[in-house]
């Protein structure tokens, strides 16, 4: 039982009331908050007397409806009592009190049978009506029946069925819209204060009940300029000081105008917020700002328009102090307010202020730690600059735990490429803000890596160990893997030769599991004319979209981002994102068209990887439109080839991909010629000293047929042998070399490392036809075995070649690898 007394509760209520009228003009994104919690369909603009079935489960519910009900009916009243008399003494005019007490006692009645729930309101609503009419008729004669009985409709009308959030906006307005000139009751204008509600409803009957004079106006404007939002308010503010102008002359009309958009721009609240942070400023400390962003304007009013200075320095200062309460702050202004510039200049300054601190290599490292709370991904108000920097501590991070110091020195070229190009775009830019702020700070870092490279570079010369170069398992990058890439000089050359033919076809790139087709698509810029584009797209990424726009989206978005990443960048516009978003894939065609025009001279190739991908999509979404799409840029787009790159040929899809790619070039990628090979093997960078004995490297050859994952794979382990060896001191660096023996020693660790390429190939065996599949299985297990094939396995043997897993004649495996990940499975099962 509550010890509460009645005066205590009906004052709790009172301040409860008080707090939502507060919340809904100062404080919205809490006063929706709070609604949600009351019930989770609930917003400002909604009457809660519509949820009356739920009040008996949720009180929180009913409460909030009763306090909206009362503040509705009641506030109008008090808003006409006192700002009645503030309006006769600026106009020096009478107030009509008989129009507006009408209209309230319509508004009253109106609120009382909506509190009610009376399902006959529309009877009572013309008994209402009738019964002021004759009070009306016989108080003051026949000239006020007409203008009386509007006045009471529009008061029952409009107190039925509305909330907080403009319920009393619409009944203060229109219950003191007849002053002096009856003509300037235009109480329909009451909607715009459907958002926040009281403070609204108060300005606006003050404007209205003046009816002229700019002082009523600047009120006015204040309370339409939150309702209907800055952008339309101020297109308002003109429309009706036009209007203004012309009926009541051109100085009224100015006036007005003016004060409507100031209003808009909440000017007369700014002002005290302006001079509040200024004092905040001025008169605390440096030290002691931390304490301050309390008391932040945002903090007490969540809906600024206009900037405010000196808050973002403030939160900058206070970081430095107290990091927590800073973060805290600023995610109150992005998340509770309009302040998300305000937000993204403190953590731009923020973040501007840790980057000029780094002095050493750890530093740039520790900033991805230390920067963790910026939300990802960044909001769009930080602009490209310091997402990019984020970005090179991530870059520099990665290559600090590199398991070598040479590859630690190879990927710092990632990071250090990076700041040297946004150095040059931060020199073009006309920003001067950006250019001075972030500026020092690439130069800075970019001294710093350089210095660093320079010095893992000589620890890896003086180190005992053998260099880590190899590369077994991603793509290469030329960036960071430079001169590793080998051989496949004939793809090049026909690649180029047939882009640059009269009538060039469709290339197919295919091959087994990494073969390097990926690899030799990322090169491709290096090895060709300078006039052909590639431009390489990942449809295994492009793949997850679900619908044709997302598809288009994610194509568009790798072209230009593949443009940018050429040697020579070739900088493309971005599609219409409206064209783009209604009808996808012409959309497309136009921007492919428009880019062709632009860059006369030139040829793009278009290179589509693990173009098989490109099914699931057509599956996904019912449509071949992904494929008439190709059809059109084939025969519509000179300009543009395409290349199509994946493990499958043409004739293992399904049958309705021939009907769009006709008249294609297949080009095979497969093992490396052996002399490519023995190069990957001994001189895979410059200036690495020979550790293999030859009989090593022919062991090398024959246990991986040239494949070139596997000898890479291979030729890691054998370094990692022999690093472990003269850590122990069980050889010497300088005469340590790799024998025959030792590549037969790590087979069992290389098997390993490469179960997954060994198992995607065991599995390819059934991926097609369940029946071809255990007959393509069986044929192994009995080669294996030791049996020999007979003339019913030709069929099967075809397709092992095929796949590279078994020589022509079909008595041998080709790669001895496989056969020995094979045996080891098989013995497993």
């Known amino acids: 039982m509550s010890n509460a007394s009645p005066a205590s509760g009906f004052w709790n209520y009172m301040a ?26 609930l917003k400002p603009t909604d009457n809660p007397s519509d949820k009356r079935a ?13 306090q909206v009900s009362w503040l509705t009916a009641v506030v109008p009243m008090f808003a006409v009592l006192l700002v009645a008399p503030v309006c006769i003494l600026v106009s020096g005019e009478s107030f009509n009190w008989f129009i507006s007490c009408v209209f309230l006692v319509g508004w009253f009645i109106g609120r009382i049978v909506d509190r009610g729930g009376n ?10 009506v009738l019964t002021v009419f004759l009070a009306v008729r016989f108080l003051s004669g026949v000239a006020f029946v007409a203008l009386g009985v509007m006045f009471v409709a529009g008061g029952v009308a409009g107190g ?10 619409f009944g203060v307005g229109v219950g003191m819209a007849v002053s002096v000139t009856l003509g300037m009751a235009f109480f329909g204008v009451a909607f715009f204060g459907m958002v926040f509600s009281v403070a609204i409803g108060v300005v606006f009957g003050v404007a209205v009940g003046a009816g002229v004079g700019a002082a009523r106006s600047v009120a006015f404007g204040v309370g339409v300029g939150v309702g209907v939002g800055v952008a339309f308010g101020v297109v308002l503010g003109v429309a009706f000081g036009v209007a203004f102008g012309v009926a009541f002359g051109v100085v009224l009309g100015v006036a007005f105008s003016v004060a409507l958009i100031l209003g808009v721009l909440r000017v007369y609240f700014w002002l005290p917020e302006l001079l509040w942070i200024l004092t905040l400023f001025l008169l605390s400390p440096n030290g002691k700002r931390v304490n301050c962003l309390r008391y932040l304007p945002p903090r007490f009013d969540e809906l600024i328009i206009l900037p405010l200075p000196f808050m973002d320095v403030m939160i900058v200062e206070a970081y430095r102090k107290n990091p927590d309460v800073a973060r805290e702050t600023i995610n109150y202004l992005i998340t509770s307010t309009n302040q998300q510039k305000v937000a993204a200049q403190a953590i731009s300054g923020i973040a501007v202020d840790i980057f000029n601190r780094c002095q050493r290599l750890s530093d740039i490292v520790e900033i991805a730690n230390l920067l963790v709370w910026i939300p990802s991904p960044p909001p ?5 600059v310091l997402p990019q920097f984020l970005d090179i501590s991530q870059d520099v991070r990665a290559s600090q735990e590199a398991t070598s110091l040479y590859r630690q020195y190879e990927l710092l070229n990632i990071p250090i490429n990076a700041l040297r190009q946004l150095g040059q775009s931060l020199a073009l830019t006309t920003d001067a803000r950006v250019a001075v702020s972030f500026g020092n700070t690439a130069q800075s870092w970019l001294t710093i890596l350089e210095t660093a490279q320079r010095t893992l570079n000589e620890q890896a010369q003086q180190s005992k160990e053998i260099r880590q170069v190899y590369i077994a398992g991603n793509s290469l990058d030329p960036e960071t893997a430079k001169n590793r890439f080998k051989g496949r000089r004939d793809i090049f050359e026909e690649i180029e030769s047939l882009t640059l033919s009269e009538q060039p076809p469709v290339l197919l790139l295919y091959g087994g599991r990494r073969t390097g087709k990926t690899s030799a698509l990322k090169y491709l810029p290096y090895r060709i004319q300078a006039n052909i584009v590639p431009l390489l797209v990942d449809l295994q990424g492009a793949a997850a979209a679900t619908t044709l726009k997302g598809l288009a989206e994610n194509l568009a978005q790798q072209i230009v981002e593949a443009a940018r990443r050429l040697p020579r960048k070739v900088y493309l516009p971005n599609p219409d994102a409206s064209k783009l978003a209604e009808d996808p894939f012409p959309a497309l065609q136009t921007w492919l068209a428009e880019i062709e025009r632009n860059n006369s001279g030139k040829q793009f190739l278009l290179c589509l990887d693990e173009y098989e991908r490109l099914g699931e999509v057509v599956e996904a979404t019912n449509s071949r439109a992904p494929l008439n799409f190709i059809r059109n840029l084939l025969q519509h787009q000179r300009k543009w080839i395409l290349l199509f790159s994946g493990s499958q040929e043409l004739s293992e899809l399904d049958d309705y991909w021939s009907d769009y790619l006709i008249n294609t070039r297949a080009l095979r990628m497969t093992y490396l010629h052996e002399p490519e090979a023995r190069e990957l093997i001994q001189q895979p960078v410059e200036n690495f000293s020979n550790i293999y004995e030859p009989t090593a490297v022919d062991a090398i050859i024959q246990l991986t047929r040239c494949q070139p994952y596997l000898v890479q794979l291979v030729c890691y382990e054998l370094v990692e042998l022999l690093n472990r060896d003269i850590r122990k001191n069980r050889r010497e660096a300088d005469t340590a070399k790799v024998t025959a023996q030792d590549v037969k020693e790590v087979i069992p660790v290389v098997l390993e490392r490469g179960d997954q390429y060994f198992r995607e190939l065991w599995k390819s065996l059934a991926d097609s036809d369940v029946y071809d599949g255990l007959r393509l299985r069986s044929l192994l297990r009995r080669i294996i075995h030791g049996e020999t094939r007979t003339q019913q396995d030709k069929g099967v043997v075809r397709k092992l070649a095929r796949k590279e897993i078994l020589t022509p004649e079909g008595n041998a495996f080709q790669v001895p690898l496989v056969q020995k990940y094979i045996e080891q499975l098989l013995e497993e099962e």
């Open 380 to 384: 769009k108000e930080l602009g490209i």
């Open 16 to 41: 409860e009331c008080v707090r939502l009228l507060y919340w809904s003009y100062f404080k919205p994104f809490t006063f929706e908050r709070w609604l949600r919690d009351i019930h989770p369909e």
């Open 54 to 66: 739920e009040f008996r489960t949720n009180p929180r519910l009913r409460r909030y409806a009763g």
């Open 119 to 128: 399902k006959n309101r529309l009877v009572i609503f013309f008994v209402a």
């Open 160 to 169: 039925v069925g509305t909330g907080l959030a403009g319920g009393v906006a």
